[in-house]
Nanobody, 129 residues
Framework: QVQLVESGGGLVQPGGSLRLACATS????????IAWFRQAPGKEREGVAC????????YYADSVKDRFTISRDKFKTTVYLQMNNLKPEDTAVYYC??????????????????????WGQGTQVTVSS
């Protein structure tokens, strides 16, 4: 049984930092990538960052580039999202998801949410003063 569990969300002031974690378990097949998505009220779900399982290649949405960093532990079971210089517009529920279809890297880094088969329940990030 595949499980993804997010943690680390909370309330932070603008300019502050948070680190989210996505713990994975139960995979019977290797996943090709893990991505972080977010969804704010009234907005579409958008991809934030992704990391390839094979070599650790990363990709970021323009809105978070140079502020967020995605990484994984040495066992490749937990993926992190370090978020620095947070802005009010970063407020959203953040989800991690696993891509297991084996599609191309170009497709994976497009972070189309319907390409990701497994999802966590999400963790709330609120940026407010």
């Amino acid at each position: 049984q595949v499980q993804l569990v997010e943690s680390g969300g909370g309330l932070v002031q603008p300019g502050g930092s948070l680190r989210l974690a996505c713990a994975t378990s139960g995979f019977t097949l290797d996943y090709y990538a893990i991505a972080w998505f977010r969804q704010a009220p009234g907005k579409e779900r958008e991809g934030v960052a992704c990391i390839a399982s094979s070599d650790g290649t990363t990709y970021y949405a323009d809105s978070v580039k140079d502020r967020f960093t995605i990484s994984r532990d040495k066992f490749k079971t937990t993926v992190y999202l370090q978020m620095n210089n947070l802005k009010p517009e970063d407020t959203a529920v953040y989800y991690c998801a696993a891509e297991t279809t084996g599609s191309s890297w170009a497709r994976i880094r497009a972070m189309l949410y319907w390409d990701y088969a497994y999802w966590g329940q999400g963790t709330q990030v609120t940026v407010s003063s």
